[in-house]
């Protein structure tokens, strides 16, 4: 016994779809079940039911949503689970290769290669495909299913660039080992700038920038970014987080709280930090310049047989 279970709306010309699995599978005497879901959860307890019934295989015919549900309901059982996509996405039938006819899927039911999925879990729920939190899952969760069947692939960029137009939450996150970062910058900084003259000289020379322009920016980047980046980030988490949240409260962008926020809180932070990119650069290219303007434009310039 094989049963169908299909997602009337999943996809444009979801009829015209499952009308090709049932002459399929009539054509080839093959009995057979066609059930149709009418609400999110359906196609779980319709495939547990399979399962406990004995049925030899599940058609899943939708989205990956779909598949995803009966999946959920074959877990732990015998039964097995063929899919024809017919979503908007079809990532599960991209990632692993399905075939794009209906009739080619079908034939995986007695050609195919069966095999055991380990399947993963999150709030109780079982899945084969993916799982996420944060933007894109918010921008899932705003899909309509008719924004997908006239748009296709496309309402999900357009419903990703609505959603970042939106006001957003504030999100405040901690990761392990902010201080040891820290703390090793500080500790960098306690040694003589000189220390670090040879292997940069040697890196320089094996890349063959050594006598670069490209190689003088990467210099100096690499020694002024890291304590400019430590008094940016110390000063901008001095600025209290109820600025931010009354800023989203009174309807300002991201964009918005940036420009008109953030960035004039900063400017004291920022001028001191250009003033000190400015001085230790200059400081450390003086020399390098003096010596150019002696060698290259001041003897030039000397005539022959003068002192």
């Given at each position: 016994?094989?049963?169908?279970?299909?997602?009337p709306?999943?996809?444009?010309?979801?009829?015209?779809?499952i009308?090709?699995?049932?002459?399929?599978?009539?054509?080839?005497?093959?009995?057979?079940?066609?059930r149709e879901?009418?609400a999110?959860?359906?196609?779980?307890?319709?495939?547990?039911?399979?399962?406990?019934?004995?049925?030899?295989a599940?058609?899943?015919?939708?989205?990956d949503?779909?598949?995803?549900?009966v999946a959920?309901?074959?877990?732990?059982?015998?039964?097995?689970?063929?899919?024809?996509?017919?979503?908007?996405?079809?990532?599960?039938?991209?990632?692993?290769?399905?075939?794009?006819s209906?009739?080619?899927?079908?034939?995986?039911l007695?050609?195919?290669?069966?095999?055991?999925?380990?399947?993963?879990?999150?709030?109780?729920?079982?899945?084969?495909?993916?799982?996420?939190a944060?933007?894109?899952?918010?921008v899932?969760?705003r899909?309509?299913?008719?924004?997908?069947?006239?748009?296709?692939?496309?309402?999900?960029?357009?419903?990703?660039a609505?959603?970042?137009?939106?006001?957003?939450?504030?999100?405040?996150?901690?990761?392990?080992?902010?201080?040891a970062?820290?703390?090793?910058?500080?500790?960098?900084?306690?040694?003589?700038g000189?220390?670090?003259?040879?292997?940069?000289?040697?890196?320089?020379?094996?890349?063959g920038?050594?006598?670069?322009?490209?190689?003088?920016?990467?210099?100096?980047?690499?020694?002024?970014?890291?304590?400019a980046?430590?008094?940016?980030?110390?000063?901008?988490e001095?600025i209290?987080?109820?600025?931010d949240?009354?800023?989203?409260?009174?309807?300002?962008?991201?964009?918005?709280?940036?420009?008109?926020?953030?960035?004039?809180?900063?400017?004291?932070?920022?001028?001191?930090?250009?003033?000190?990119?400015?001085i230790?650069?200059?400081?450390?290219?003086?020399?390098?310049?003096?010596?150019?303007?002696?060698?290259?434009?001041?003897?030039?310039?000397?005539?022959?047989?003068?002192?």
């Amino acid at each position: 016994m094989i049963d169908v279970i299909y997602n009337p709306v999943a996809g444009p010309r979801a009829v015209n779809r499952i009308d090709r699995v049932r002459s399929y599978l009539s054509a080839r005497g093959l009995p057979f079940r066609i059930r149709e879901t009418t609400a999110p959860g359906d196609a779980v307890v319709m495939a547990r039911e399979a399962a406990l019934e004995g049925a030899d295989a599940v058609v899943a015919v939708g989205g990956d949503g779909t598949m995803n549900e009966v999946a959920d309901g074959l877990a732990g059982s015998a039964t097995r689970l063929a899919f024809v996509p017919h979503g908007t996405g079809n990532v599960f039938a991209r990632e692993f290769s399905l075939p794009e006819s209906v009739e080619a899927c079908l034939d995986l039911l007695s050609s195919g290669k069966t095999i055991s999925v380990r399947m993963a879990m999150a709030n109780e729920r079982r899945f084969v495909l993916l799982a996420s939190a944060g933007f894109d899952a918010e921008v899932v969760e705003r899909m309509h299913s008719r924004q997908k069947n006239l748009l296709g692939i496309a309402a999900y960029v357009l419903s990703g660039a609505l959603h970042l137009l939106r006001s957003q939450p504030s999100l405040w996150l901690e990761f392990p080992g902010r201080g040891a970062i820290n703390f090793l910058i500080i500790v960098v900084y306690l040694f003589p700038g000189i220390l670090i003259a040879v292997p940069m000289f040697i890196f320089l020379t094996q890349a063959g920038l050594r006598p670069s322009l490209t190689g003088a920016v990467i210099v100096y980047v690499a020694i002024a970014l890291p304590l400019a980046l430590f008094v940016l980030r110390n000063y901008l988490e001095s600025i209290p987080q109820e600025i931010d949240d009354a800023a989203r409260i009174d309807g300002a962008s991201r964009l918005q709280i940036i420009r008109y926020v953030t960035v004039p809180l900063a400017m004291p932070a920022l001028a001191a930090v250009a003033i000190y990119v400015f001085i230790s650069i200059f400081s450390a290219a003086f020399p390098g310049i003096f010596v150019y303007l002696i060698l290259w434009v001041i003897v030039p310039l000397r005539q022959p047989g003068e002192a």
